[in-house]
């Protein structure tokens, strides 16, 4: 049936398709930047130029489906379907998937140079981990699937109310600022660079034995293997074979005393990473609370490196809405911009990530964040709630986006991944 509507030039028309199909559809526009009305007009347009009718389509179950389409366009397609003794649903389904053929799932673009993300803060405790973890999930997630994404524009208007007391954080459970938009489909190497190993730890992973080989044996010179038979891969039902750990060792504790004999010590990490860099999009280093050798070697792998564009790799600075992190983030750009200077490199900052926020704290966290905010450059690029799923998702050992993939830190991590992507 079809029925008049104020949609520009079109008019509405009802039909039934099934869910399998509706879903494709809705992920194949979103993935190409369309709306669903414009695919199933060309589908059409398509279906009825055929010389002969497609292979029958299983539409069980299809349920009441509705679109607009160009006035006439529908009539047409009623008489073409007459014709060829199909079923208006039939004949919608095969339009649906003829555009679904003729239009793949599109590759992911690879960067020409790996990224490498630095997850740093010299203070602990601000959640350098879970920001770690949950970017490198998101930039992962698989490109056939709509998982919920914040908006950037919302996360604007969230930022500009921290003055407001309980507004931000009314404005971070708003359902209307979160849109459905595929995964980003990238390969992710996380580096857990901490002796802590917590990124370990969190993510199900077993710390590297101490009479073993490390990223520390590599990194001084007393490699016992090749790195990549430590690699393990994270939750591939979830996330395919794109997101992969490095774990962390104890031994990295003396990390900062080995290095202090190795020959441009700065570069240790690189030369480290340097041979895993093929396989993957992004390298995510999970920082220690450290501004000892080890933070030097970690900034000096995520300089810009010749032919690379700003903005590309650089550091990810997380920090808490309270005083001591405002302490902590000038030691760590002082640092920072001491190796620019004594070594003459770039180093980008991708941006403030305001972590574990909750306005209701009062005074002390809205004009926290204000002033975090107010720094402009490096400028916040994401604000995440103090909300239960991340630490349930560290007491079950998995990776947030999919313990809890529609929770509003999700669908947060999402938006903070496509802000520095």
């Not at 008019?11 to 199909?21: A, H, Q």
């Not at 695919?39 to 002969?52: E, F, H, K, P, Y």
């Not at 497609?54 to 379907?81: L, N, Y």
Request: charged share 25%; with cysteine.
């Amino acid at each position: 049936m079809s029925s008049p509507a104020t949609s520009g030039d079109r008019e509405k028309v009802v039909s039934k398709l099934p869910g399998w199909l509706r879903q494709n559809l809705k992920v194949r526009v979103a993935q190409y930047g369309i709306e669903i009305q414009q695919a199933v007009q060309q589908g059409i347009t398509d279906w009825c130029r055929l010389a002969s009718t497609p292979d029958t389509i299983d539409t069980a179950g299809a349920d009441s489906f509705s679109t607009f389409v160009p006035p006439a366009q529908w009539d047409e397609f009623r008489r073409i379907a007459a014709e060829r003794k199909v079923s208006l649903a039939q004949g919608l389904a095969q339009s649906i998937q003829l555009w679904l053929d003729s239009n793949p799932s599109p590759d992911v673009e690879r960067p020409a140079i790996t990224r490498r993300i630095i997850v740093c803060n010299q203070k602990g405790g601000v959640g350098k981990t879970a920001i770690t973890a949950g970017v490198g999930e998101a930039l992962a997630e698989d490109t056939n699937q709509l998982r919920p994404v914040r908006i950037a524009k919302q996360l604007l208007e969230a930022l500009r109310a921290s003055e407001g007391d309980d507004d931000t954080a009314q404005a971070q459970e708003d359902p209307l600022d979160v849109e459905s938009l595929p995964g980003l489909g990238m390969r992710v190497l996380l580096v857990d660079f901490d002796p802590q190993c917590h990124l370990t730890n969190q993510l199900g992973a077993q710390p590297l034995p101490m009479d073993g080989d490390s990223l520390t044996n590599h990194m001084a010179g007393s490699a016992r293997g090749d790195l990549s038979d430590l690699i393990v891969a994270i939750e591939p039902e979830t996330f395919g074979d794109r997101l992969h750990l490095l774990p962390a060792c104890n031994d990295a504790f003396l990390l900062d005393v080995r290095l202090s004999s190795v020959r441009a010590r700065e570069a240790a990490l690189e030369r480290a990473l340097a041979p895993l860099e093929a396989d993957y999009d992004a390298i995510i280093v999970d920082c220690p609370p450290s501004l000892g050798l080890s933070m030097d070697a970690a900034a000096y792998y995520g300089r810009r490196r010749d032919g690379e564009e700003p903005g590309k790799s650089g550091a990810l600075i997380v920090v808490q809405a309270e005083d001591s992190s405002a302490d902590a983030y000038g030691l760590l750009t002082s640092q920072i911009e001491d190796l620019r200077n004594d070594l003459s490199i770039d180093i980008d900052y991708l941006g403030i990530v305001v972590n574990l926020y909750d306005g209701r704290r009062g005074y002390i966290a809205t004009s926290s964040l204000q002033g975090w905010v107010d720094i402009k450059d490096p400028r916040v690029v994401g604000l995440i709630g103090d909300l239960k799923e991340q630490k349930e998702a560290v007491r079950v050992k998995r990776p947030l986006l999919s313990y809890a993939p529609r929770s509003q830190q999700a669908v947060s991590m999402r938006a903070l991944a496509r802000e520095i992507s």
